[in-house]
């Protein structure tokens, strides 16, 4: 493969297509994956060439902010043929919801890739409800229907009373 070298003009236009074009705001952002994994949030995002010092990870109530830095890999004496790597700085913010434990939040980043786990709250976890044994039911089935048949009684007493004074 042969490099070219810089055409003002094809450079022009391909500045020109990438401000111009509907996903010129993807080429400076930060891909990202994110997924349910048990009772963990997994959410990967790609920073090709990025250092792990160059990223930045923090959180501020249930908001995340991620700030990445790429430099160019040019020297001072550098020839440039070709620079079409966006460069600068990158910055994303994800929101968690409420169930969600942002404390709990750890990020590690290998091979250009930012891995952020970020824990299930204890209080949204599924958790198993017990039934009240057969016992107790009975019993208070069983007092529920002496309630009724004293009830009856006394509105039985006062319907007779009633009769007996007209």
């Not at 249930?62 to 160019?72: G, K």
Request: hydrophobic letters at 35%.
């Amino acid at each position: 493969m042969t490099l070219m070298r810089f055409d003002p003009f094809r450079e022009l236009d391909r500045l020109a297509e990438q401000a111009l074009a509907v996903g010129a705001r993807a080429t400076r952002s930060m891909p990202m994956e994110a997924l349910r994994r048990g009772e963990e949030f997994l959410v990967f995002l790609d920073l090709p060439g990025v250092q792990r010092d160059d990223v930045d990870v923090t959180v501020e109530r249930n908001v995340v902010s991620i700030r990445a830095r790429r430099v160019p890999q040019r020297q001072e004496d550098d020839e440039v043929i070709v620079d079409e790597r966006p460069y600068g700085e990158f910055a994303r913010q994800l929101f968690l919801g409420e169930n969600l434990d942002p404390g709990g939040l750890t990020a590690d980043m290998d091979n250009g890739v930012l891995t952020m786990r970020i824990p299930v709250s204890e209080a949204s976890k599924p958790r198993r409800v017990s039934l009240g044994s057969s016992e107790t039911s009975q019993e208070n089935a069983g007092s529920t229907e002496g309630d009724r048949a004293s009830t009856s009684a006394s509105t039985s007493a006062s319907k007779n009373a009633t009769t007996t004074s007209s």
